[in-house]
């Protein structure tokens, strides 16, 4: 059994894609609005899927069969995978593993879909830090393959290995990295950002011929600032800042348009603008970053 810890964008993703691949699937999510739509929002994204032809109605309803929101974080049935998908902060995931350690002594695997922070300093807060992993998944995680495990210090070979096989039944491609700041992919993603966002400021293109010379150019199949708006300008921002402190001040120094964005609440889809305007799940260029 599979317990994922958050009911956020990632978590219900993360969830989704475990209960349609066959495992018995809990959603714990602490805010009770949150909570109530957590079903809704999962179920939601696979009758989308069913609509487009990407999904089988009766795989759907198997795996609703197969997915639980519990209210109470004790009331999980004795999960062997815990995944953690809460938002940000090194200090709210310590709290949230500290926990999960308390509550499932039998998990054989606690991983964190972090996408930057110490998998060492998360697996100390618990007493078993061998079992703790990076298991870090990509948005939407429906269609991105890949899955990043992050080794941290203490992690056991056997842990790598548990995750390394979850990410695969998952139909995931999964990669092993080091725990490093950033790992792999985030460290290369923000520093493509960051130079795309300097060229934005800069005037050497618009923001939509970026993207645009990205995916053609270099074969990419979405551009670095239609990238950065899905992963949220304040996401961007956060990691950068951690990659400036804890590798290269200068090479990872957030830019003053994305420090703007943020600061005028422009996060991205989420929020409906970014570096675009977001009608639905289409990008528009937005007007104001010609």
Not at 13 to 34: K, M, N, Q, R, Y
Not at 184 to 193: E, M, Q
Not at 217 to 227: A, D, E, N, Q, S
Request: charged residues 30%; proline residues 5%; neutral net charge.
């Amino acid at each position: 059994m599979v317990l994922v810890v958050g009911g956020g964008t990632m978590g219900r993703g993360i969830a989704g894609v475990c209960a349609l691949a066959g495992h018995p699937t809990s959603v714990f999510e602490a805010d009770t609005a949150a909570r109530r739509s957590t079903r809704e929002g999962i179920e939601a994204s696979w009758r989308r899927a069913v609509e487009r032809g990407r999904l089988a109605a009766g795989d759907a309803a198997a795996a609703s069969e197969r997915l639980r929101i519990p209210e109470r974080l004790e009331e999980a049935d004795s999960p062997e995978i815990v995944l953690e998908a809460v938002p940000e902060s090194l200090d709210l995931k310590r709290r949230v593993f500290a926990d999960l350690d308390r509550a499932f002594p039998g998990a054989e695997l606690l991983g964190s879909n972090t996408s930057s922070l110490s998998i060492t300093e998360i697996g100390e807060a618990t007493g078993r830090p061998e079992r703790v992993v990076g298991v870090h998944f990509f948005n939407p995680v429906p269609v991105m393959r890949l899955v990043e495990v992050v080794c941290g210090r203490l992690t056991s070979e056997a842990a790598l290995r548990k995750a390394t096989l979850f990410a695969r039944s998952l139909g995931k491609q999964p990669i092993r990295v080091a725990d490093v700041p950033g790992f792999a992919t985030s460290r290369l993603g923000v520093a493509l950002g960051l130079e795309a966002m300097r060229m934005v400021e800069e005037g050497v293109a618009s923001v939509a011929d970026i993207d645009l010379a990205m995916e053609l150019g270099y074969g990419h199949p979405m551009g670095p600032l239609k990238t950065t708006d899905l992963v949220g300008l304040d996401i961007r921002l956060a990691i950068a800042e951690r990659l400036s402190s804890g590798i290269d001040a200068k090479r990872f120094e957030a830019p003053g348009i994305l420090r703007r964005l943020v600061a005028e609440g422009r996060l991205g889809k989420k929020t409906g603008r970014g570096f675009y305007v977001w009608e639905g799940d289409r990008p528009v260029e937005s007007e104001g970053e010609r």
